[in-house]
């Protein structure tokens, strides 16, 4: 379980039902203080079970921002085996935002592609914080055409608050290189399986967001927009980014009755930073499952149902006016 430093107030039942349990763990246990404990771990789950299962769409946000919430880098260790990382967009830079390379997922070999945001605060300004400049989208288009020639899937591992908005990243092209990664990604000839671990925010997402399954873990949210950007335009304050959390409708529940993904993984009781191991092993046999799946379709009809699928969303009927 996770006893970090930064504890979301939504949580503050369960972190005093954990520190009971740890003062009856350091004292000798009798009878009746074993029989307190078992009680207490018990509550503590049904706490959890309470807490998490009736989140509101704020708080779904600060969950899947949690600074201990599993990364690309702890799903790459957890989940792949023999990842060999690959640097670099041969034309401007390597951008540490954006993490490529071939690893192994049980008897697949694959091209995982994955937001990074850093663990420290040194690595968090690295990463820029999880936003990835052009040279990380051209990185990860260069790789998936290697992928495409070696008829490996790709893996793309989403956890952005957007693209990076500066200066520089769009005199080099930002919004251009995001099209032309979502163009790579829709012809792509090998299996493309992309899952929302976190933030699923923007342009920056959906860069390497167009697969032929798209999952999202339960606690995680996938948006055209912040909260806090979507306030600010609407109602010209950041302080509404409660009501435009619940007005984006962003949560996995809504995104699955809208179509936009096509499962929902859940995750451990108290949300997967604080049990990263058992996240790691639900999102890997969603992986393994889905790439089965995928693995025996021709690849004509791979990529036609992948086109095919991104064009239907958003598609609705009208009754005729009378």
Not at 64 to 76: F, I, M
């Amino acid at each position: 379980m996770s006893r970090g430093l930064h504890r979301l107030p939504l949580e503050k039942p369960i972190y005093e039902l954990e520190d009971r349990i740890a003062d009856l763990e350091a004292a000798p246990l009798g009878g009746q203080q074993q029989e307190e404990l078992r009680r207490l771990k018990r509550e503590m789950v049904e706490v959890q079970k309470k807490i998490f299962g009736s989140l509101d769409p704020w708080q779904t946000v600060e969950v899947a921002r949690h600074p201990d919430r599993p990364k690309t880098s702890d799903y790459l260790s957890l989940v792949f085996d023999e990842f060999v990382e690959l640097h670099g967009d041969k034309s401007f830079g390597d951008d540490p935002a954006m993490l490529t390379g071939f690893a192994k997922l049980d008897r697949h070999k694959v091209l995982v592609i994955g937001h990074q945001k850093g663990k420290t605060l040194a690595e968090r300004q690295a990463c820029h914080f999880g936003c990835a400049h052009p040279e990380g989208y051209r990185k990860a288009m260069g790789k998936m055409r290697l992928a495409a020639k070696y008829s490996l899937p790709v893996i793309c591992l989403i956890d952005t608050p957007g693209a990076y908005p500066g200066v520089g990243a769009e005199e080099r092209g930002q919004a251009q290189v995001i099209a032309e990664s979502m163009f790579l990604m829709a012809t792509l000839p090998v299996p493309v399986v992309c899952v929302v671990i976190g933030e699923g925010g923007s342009g920056g997402a959906l860069g390497i967001g167009v697969g032929d399954r798209v999952a999202v873990l339960e606690h995680a949210y996938y948006s055209v927009i912040s909260p806090e950007g979507c306030a600010g335009i609407l109602w010209k304050s950041a302080e509404h980014k409660a009501l435009a959390a619940r007005a984006l409708r962003m949560r996995s529940a809504d995104l699955k009755e809208f179509g936009v993904v096509d499962a929902v993984i859940e995750e451990p009781p108290g949300g997967a930073h604080r049990d990263p191991r058992q996240m790691a092993t639900r999102l890997k046999t969603y992986l393994v499952r889905t790439l089965r799946e995928l693995g025996g379709q021709p690849t004509d009809a791979l990529v036609a149902g992948r086109y095919e699928k991104f064009r239907q969303m958003g598609v609705f009927l009208e009754e005729a006016a009378s």
